[in-house]
């Protein structure tokens, strides 16, 4: 079993940032790849912002647009996502998935973080 852990979340202006912090423990050495996931209803599905890879390959949603960084610390065991530039569009809850090697499917979920952009 994997646990995830987010944190960070909070409530800023546009333009403003954020970091998010997900805490991984349990069987770390099973996971492939960490992403963070956003779900704002009423869309349905949760959207990929970003993932990073055990060897540290990044990938991003396109309505990033170079806006959010992702990283992983493996001496803490977490995986950080920097939101720069947020707009009111970014607000959303922000989860933490964990994938096994040779899936697509997200196997381990956090609890979520609410990030909310207001002016």
């Known amino acids: 079993q994997v646990q995830l852990v987010e944190s960070g979340g909070g409530s800023v202006q546009p333009g403003g940032s954020l970091r998010l912090s997900c805490m991984i423990s349990?069987?770390?050495?099973?996971?492939?790849?960490v992403g963070w996931f956003r779900h704002d209803p009423p869309v349905d599905k949760r959207a990929l912002v970003a993932a990073i890879t055990s060897d540290y390959s990044t990938k991003y949603g396109d309505f990033v647009k170079g806006r959010f960084t992702i990283s992983r610390d493996d001496s803490t065991n977490t995986v950080n996502l920097d939101l720069n530039h947020l707009e009111i569009g970014d607000t959303a809850t922000y989860y933490c998935g964990a994938v096994r090697p040779y899936s697509t499917t997200v196997a381990y979920w956090g609890q979520g973080t609410r990030v909310t952009v207001s002016s």
């Open positions: 349990g069987q770390i050495n099973t996971i492939y790849s």
